[in-house]
């Protein structure tokens, strides 16, 4: 008898499932960095958004007993999860942001950019007044350009990508949370289609993971997207190229908020007099700076 036949067999109820998940994932050597960070909430997160059942429900109510649908369901999702190392929320098809649920794919990344942080705070003190236009490029689902909308409620929020199935789930996403009245997703290459629009507010998660960081990197983020994670050899050819054009698409006293990680110090190489204000992110993370539209007008003129 097969373990998937003996699992079906022996397991019955929500809480086996939940143990039985917990006990594979800690043997299976995985990676965690896409939602959770140990094997306990990933198992119980599988098990549960499996299910389609809240992670607060009535613990009485985990003794109930499974169909054997939804234990081959189950039992499919950890065998993948286990043996392609795909991230969980591919599986489920869904990831949170900011309280907020959103659709992802194998064409976007997972949300969880430390960006979060700052725009829970509103940008506050760099962002100097309330911003009316906003770009968030790189979108991918659309979560934080998505978020920022539900932060600025008065705001007209742009969401671009060059990746058109990127773009599919961003605008599935601006559906589902009911903000296409404010929010539009555009199909650009960079700053392609962009002509003549200017922004009080741009934000950007773009690719900027080096070759050697990528290569090095656990299985899991392998089936993330390559197109939204590289960027050259130093993971900087991206941001070479936007930070010599977006200060024309900032009005005057508009902000960047720009995220490059671990590329931080490569950055910092390369721009040696430019004055990034890296931030201090109260979730963790690193590499998120702020420049404002001056500076980086003083940057262009440098570079031209």
């Not at 960081?213 to 900087?236: C, I, M, R, V």
């Not at 963790?284 to 500076?295: D, S, W």
Request: aromatic fraction near 10%; charged fraction near 25%.
């Amino acid at each position: 008898m097969s373990n998937q036949q003996t699992a079906v067999r022996d397991l019955s109820t929500i809480k086996d499932f939940i143990r039985w998940t917990f006990s594979r994932f800690q043997h299976a050597d995985l990676f965690y960095g896409h939602g959770t960070d140990n094997a306990w909430d990933e198992a119980v997160q599988l098990v549960m958004g499996a299910l389609k059942l809240p992670l607060d429900f009535d613990r009485d109510m985990l003794d109930c007993a499974l169909t054997h649908n939804e234990k081959k369901r189950l039992l499919r999702l950890i065998h993948t999860r286990i043996t392609k190392r795909e991230p969980l929320p591919y599986l489920l098809g869904e990831a949170w942001f900011m309280g907020l649920p959103f659709k992802v794919t194998k064409d976007t990344l997972i949300p969880r950019s430390p960006i979060l942080s700052l725009l829970e705070n509103e940008f506050t003190p760099w962002l100097t007044r309330y911003p009316l236009h906003i770009l968030d490029m790189c979108t991918g689902s659309g979560c934080l350009g998505i978020a920022a909308a539900m932060v600025f409620e008065d705001a007209q929020v742009d969401l671009s990508d060059i990746s058109d199935a990127a773009l599919a789930v961003a605008e599935h996403n601006i559906q589902r949370h009911q903000v296409e009245d404010r929010v539009q997703a555009i199909h650009s290459d960079m700053f392609k289609a962009l002509a003549g629009k200017q922004y009080d507010l741009i934000i950007c998660n773009p690719p900027y993971v080096d070759a050697q960081d990528f290569k090095n990197a656990p299985p899991e983020f392998h089936n993330e997207p390559e197109l939204a994670l590289t960027s050259g050899e130093d993971g900087l050819d991206f941001t070479h190229d936007f930070l010599s054009q977006v200060a024309l698409y900032l009005q005057d006293d508009g902000i960047l908020v720009y995220e490059v990680g671990n590329t931080e110090t490569a950055l910092q190489a390369a721009y040696p007099d430019v004055p990034f204000m890296w931030i201090e992110l109260e979730q963790g993370g690193n590499g998120v700076f702020i420049l404002t539209k001056e500076q980086l007008s003083d940057l262009l003129q440098e570079r031209n």
